[in-house]
């Protein structure tokens, strides 16, 4: 870990003896592409791939960013197996133009993903691509951009592997230290661990709640960036860590509880854009935030009806010991807002089955007070080939979220995915807050796009695109 990915360079000029890839856009062909390739009969449909004796053709669609990213996705997928070429050159097009670049190298990279835990020797695949431009003058725009792309797609990976990496083996502490151990590594990220008898005496009751039904007791991880002056803005992400989740006393179903193991998407994500925003060293602050507990069954766990002290002194009352993010995140915020006085805080969170019958398993749900962070984040995913839809934070629900025998109810009556917004924007106080709700797009049962089964890696390119996109206004 992290997983290798596809290596790109772009260059002016193709190589002797390397096979070639020739595009191909939907409708009429471009023509004769490299060593005579006659594409002319092709459809060009996004991600179509044909081989000719040791030349592709590769079809581009209509030429949308989407288009670009399937397509580099295919690419790599088709150049795997047992004859695949140690690197092949790309012939690119002459409208190629950096964000088409971007969006190729990022659909080449993530295409080839691969996590498995075998014995058995991983089949081969290409190890590089170079992209071949005509035009000198270009290079290194085209360089630049594809060095980006390649690190989204690195950010994308990790949160990938957290996420996928199985129970048995990532506990709290593995997720925490693991995080750490990495973050030694990128110059200007720090990390701290604190265990739980910190968070007890600082008074994380809700992570200490959700966490205290497992032999393997809580973390709280925090990464800090600092690469801003003193007038530079100062984001906080927080991310759900909850290494599996069996619902608790609330138990869930068998059918698909193995796929808790992704349940810390929403802090695998958090982790992963905390070391791309180092590495790129962005002009701002940014701060990770990652409560990690392990969701159990056992006679120490947390119940329905407990009130719950939060971070703070915030107490709420427990109804469905399955609602666990919002428990932990609660803490976390509350913790941001007191300590490290963000000037705009952020979660996001595998947090409600609702969104997914909402919003389907594509698309993640932005809940937020304000207009231009709404659109923010919006084309922060757009930038980032994500895909974002803003959901309201209905009044008619705002009284709800009250509770008679403490502060808040864990669970209120509604529509579960706008309560829990609800819920968590009592803890960001007057700091400009948005919640992300990834429970759908967090993790996939097939391929698709840039998609693998398994670990999307959903949000992390988001949270480093806003970050870059704070940086520079």
Partial sequence: MPTKLVDVEVATTSRRNVPAVVLAATGPAL???GDGIDVSDLTGKAGETVRHGESWTL??????????????????????????????????TPDFDAEKVRAFVLGAALGGYRFKVTGEVAPKRVGSLRLVTGDTGFEEVLTSAALKAHALATATSLARDLANAPSNVKDPRWLATTAAKLAEKVDGLSAVVRDEKWLRQQGFG????????????PRFLELTYDGGGSNAPHLVFVGKGITF?????????????????????????????????????LPIKVTGL?????????????????VVRHYGGATTEVQNTDAEGRMVLADAMAYAVKNLKPDL?????????????SLGLRTGAVFTADDSLAVDVIDAGERAGEKWWRMPLLEEHVEAVN?????????????????????????????????????GPARSEKVYDEVVAGATG????????????FARH
């Fill in 31 to 33: 023509g004769p592409g």
């Fill in 403 to 439: 509770s008679e025998i403490a502060d808040y109810k864990q669970c209120p009556p509604g529509p579960g995915g706008i309560t829990a917004a609800l819920f968590l924007q009592k803890f960001a106080g007057d700091v400009p807050w948005a919640h992300l709700d990834i429970a």
């Fill in 59 to 92: 079809g581009v669609g209509t030429g949308t960013l989407s288009d670009y990213r399937v397509a580099g996705a295919a690419l790599v997928r088709a150049l795997s197996g047992e004859d695949a070429p140690r690197t092949t050159d790309v012939l690119l």
């Fill in 245 to 281: 989740d069996t619902g608790g006393i609330s138990v869930k179903p068998a059918d698909g509880m193995h796929l808790m193991r992704t349940d810390m998407a929403g802090g695998g994500a958090v982790i992963s854009a905390l070391m791309a925003v180092a590495r790129r060293q």
């Fill in 290 to 306: 990652v409560p990690c507990a392990e969701n159990h069954v056992s006679g120490s766990s947390y119940r329905p009806g407990d």
């Fill in 206 to 217: 809700g992570v200490l709640a959700v966490g205290g039904g497992s032999s393997r007791p």
């Fill in 458 to 469: 959903f949000s992390a390119r988001t949270l480093v695109e806003l970050a870059d996109r």
């Fill in 345 to 357: 805080l952020v979660d996001v969170a595998t947090l409600t089955g609702a969104m997914k019958v």
